[in-house]
């Protein structure tokens, strides 16, 4: 007896697939985060894919930070390889619980695509990213 897809075995069209070389593993997609603190400054450095999942895993770690003690919080983005709509509301959270205590939250990052999009979002000026983790912390 075949499938819907033609397939005996009933794995359809897509029997044949597994992982792809190259593709992210979705339990190790999401880089441990690493908060550093100089002064009134934390500095988060993220890794990996910056989505959904990320969005989940890291969000509480973010918000704890954002209403701590500190002045800036710097979101240091350039260890990651991939970033979407849903690391921007990761960022847009972050910059929200900071300005309600009066800090301000600066992003890190040289990837073209990820400026584009806080660009495209009309969130330059809010999240003031920079290229260096120095240039954050001056």
């Known amino acids: 007896m075949s499938d819907d897809f033609g397939d005996s075995e009933g794995y359809g069209l897509f029997g ?3 992982v792809i070389a190259g593709t992210t593993d979705p339990d190790n997609a999401v880089h441990p ?19 959904l999942l990320a969005l989940h895993r890291l969000a509480p770690l973010l918000d704890t930070v954002a209403a701590g003690p500190y002045r800036v919080v710097v979101i240091d983005l350039t ?28 992003v ?4 073209r695509l990820t400026l584009r999009i806080i660009a495209m979002s009309k969130l330059t000026e809010v999240l003031t990213p920079v290229a260096t983790v120095e240039e954050a912390l001056r």
Not at 40 to 51: E, F, P, Q, W, Y
Not at 108 to 111: E, T
């Open 16 to 18: 044949n697939c597994g």
């Open 108 to 111: 890190v990052c040289r990837r």
């Open 33 to 51: 985060a690493v908060v550093r603190t100089y002064g009134d400054c934390a500095v988060v450095t993220l890794g990996g894919d910056i989505d």
């Open 79 to 106: 260890a990651t390889t991939f970033f979407d709509c849903s690391g921007l509301t990761l960022l847009v959270r972050t910059h929200r619980r900071a300005a309600e205590r009066g800090g301000r939250v600066t």
